[in-house]
């Protein structure tokens, strides 16, 4: 891959609930997403009874989203990720972009 490509692209990595699955990925494809992967898993959080009751647990069950974008896009997807999902607040959602060119495999 030439440095010229390798500069444009972008690689997202997003945690969230499960429940969010299917918008998300809708939204990522809208935003020109590419190899899309998902991965299945289970939050760490132990809560007790009266938190429960209440609702104040997070979400258990999680969704790992990776996918590639164009680097002009990637400020405008993480910004729907704070508007549309409310990323910015406790118990939604994690996401964090890496330039391409700074992964090793």
């Not at 704070?82 to 090793?104: C, D, Q, R, W, Y």
């Amino acid at each position: 891959m030439s440095d010229d490509v390798s500069c444009c692209i972008k690689f997202l990595t997003l945690i969230a609930g499960r429940k969010h699955k299917d918008v998300l990925l809708d939204a990522l494809f809208k935003a020109g997403g590419r190899l899309i992967n998902i991965v299945y898993g289970r939050g760490s959080v132990k809560s007790s009874y009266i938190k429960d009751v209440l609702g104040l647990v997070p979400e258990e069950n999680k969704v790992v989203i990776t996918c590639l974008l164009p680097g002009e896009k990637s400020d405008a997807v993480l910004n729907m990720l704070v508007s549309k999902f409310n990323f910015n607040k406790p118990n939604t959602g994690i996401a964090f972009i890496i330039p391409v060119e700074k992964l090793s495999f």
